[in-house]
């Protein structure tokens, strides 16, 4: 009987016990952005809350960015970016806060948000008509720079005129690169090759 009343005791208290949560042998903890920092363990990355209660758990697919406290994974605008491949080809997308994805992997490459926007490649995709000797269509690859929401939404051409691409991992073994930067809330501005500067102002 005296046995019985512990058992209660013990199962009564239960719900009122804290329990301690213990993240091992880590490589590496970020500063917080927007409340939750990235930790990494081997090659892959979660993301915990100020808590040090794991909101993301470990997963392969996300994307570091480069700052003055090192390279890792971080959210901005409530996004942060994902690489996905298919056939040898990064594509770059985003999930929110939850870990959902919020924006399918389907740029050739992305930035981060700020300010709500984000520059990113656009792949387009263009028949150009069939191949009756091979008996297959014949499709032309090209890409935009351009701005989205986090939404995903187009919201604005940064490059007029538009770069074909290869969709073939021996020719594209790294992701194109981003000629534009964010310049001011309305400004966007790129270098050329001849140290010559472009500047898109998006209303």
């Not at 363990?41 to 090192?70: C, E, H, Y």
């Not at 942060?80 to 389907?106: M, R, T, W």
């Not at 051409?157 to 534009?180: G, H, M, T, W």
Request: glycine letters at 4%; charged letters at 25%.
């Amino acid at each position: 009987m005296k046995n019985f009343k512990w058992i209660i005791c013990i199962v009564m208290l239960l719900p009122f016990l804290v329990l301690s949560q213990t993240l091992e042998n880590l490589d590496f903890v970020s500063p917080f952005h927007e409340d939750l920092a990235a930790v990494k363990k081997n090659d892959q990355w979660a993301f915990i809350d100020r808590n040090g209660d794991v909101v993301i758990d470990f997963r392969p697919d996300l994307v570091s960015t480069r700052t003055d406290s090192g390279s890792y994974p971080l959210f901005s605008n409530g996004r942060c970016l994902i690489e996905s491949k298919k056939d040898g080809i990064s594509y770059f997308g985003y999930i929110d806060v939850s870990g959902n994805k919020a924006i399918e992997p389907q740029f050739l490459n992305a930035k981060n948000f700020l300010n709500g926007k984000a520059i990113v490649l656009q792949l387009i995709k263009e028949s150009a008509g069939v191949n009756t000797a091979l008996g297959k269509n014949v499709v032309y690859y090209k890409y935009f720079e351009v701005i989205i929401n986090t939404d995903g939404t187009l919201e604005a051409y940064l490059s007029k005129d538009p770069q074909n691409v290869v969709l073939d991992k021996s020719y594209l073994r790294n992701p194109p690169e981003i000629s534009f930067t964010h310049f001011s809330e309305s400004l966007y501005v790129k270098k050329d090759k001849s140290n010559k500067t472009t500047l898109v102002k998006i209303d």
